[in-house]
């Protein structure tokens, strides 16, 4: 396992954010943005305590894309759920820009893309990006240049009028992408996204993701249980392992931030796969 030291470390960045574009070659410290210390959640229920979280440990900077890997149960969803404040830590701190998770909740720092699109049948696409945006309070002229902005950054321009259910999938899931980016928060929780799709729409989503992410700078938390999906993203991947949920390792990527879907055949990418499927065993073995 990494040491704590490793994990809570500054280190810099090569890029900068002027503008909301991600420009790559300056070198900048690394800015926290989320910070967890000693973070442990235990489920009480009927069959006993359930040690969904224990002692997790982890900065994450502005405009890095941390992936989160491990074996079913070893509390990913529950990490990014405590860090989204859906979850309450029942021990440790977590702070997001500075704040309490809830705070940073009501001061909607982040966008949250759940595993499932979620969007209403009976609105437009346009009409569920713009109920977040209703509930907020942006004016209506505001909504329409949000939207058309935000359709546009996930590919889905035109799409605006149609009715979920007359969009594939993979669009759905898109469109559940642009309504978390609608209020232009500078962070994008994603749990498991494009578990549920098959493999040439993920690669398509992978690669509109990444393009999205240097785009913009965003600091994007995202829960997989794909090997190359975590690989192909990731500046870092965070393996953890089961009873208790818990880091086992965290793997920073070599690889450039610009990435065309090639690069998986690369020496380098399989190294950095074959890193993450050995720290996967390695957990799994501490059972
Ligand atoms: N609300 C809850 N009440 C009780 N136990 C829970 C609750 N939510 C999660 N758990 C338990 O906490 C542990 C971690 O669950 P979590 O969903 O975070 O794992 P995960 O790594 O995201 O799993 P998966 O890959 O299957 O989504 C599991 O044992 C799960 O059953």
Known sequence: MEGPDRTKAGYTVRHSCIGGLNLQGAEHPAQPVIQAQG???????ADGPIHALKDVDLTINQGDFVSFIGPSGCGKTTFLRTIAALENATGGRISVNGQSPDQARRSRAYGYVFQAPGLYPWRSIAGNISLPLEIMGFDKADRRQRIERVLELVDLAGFGGKYPWQLSGGMQQRASIARALAFDADILLMDEPFGALDEIVRDKLNEALLDLWRKTGKTIGFVTHSIPEAVYLSTRIVVMSPRPGRITKIIESPLPRNRPLDIRDSAEFIA??????????EGHGDD
């Open 39 to 45: 973070v442990s959640l235990t489920f009480q229920t």
């Open 272 to 281: 950095l796969a074959h890193e993450v499927r050995e720290g996967l065993r």
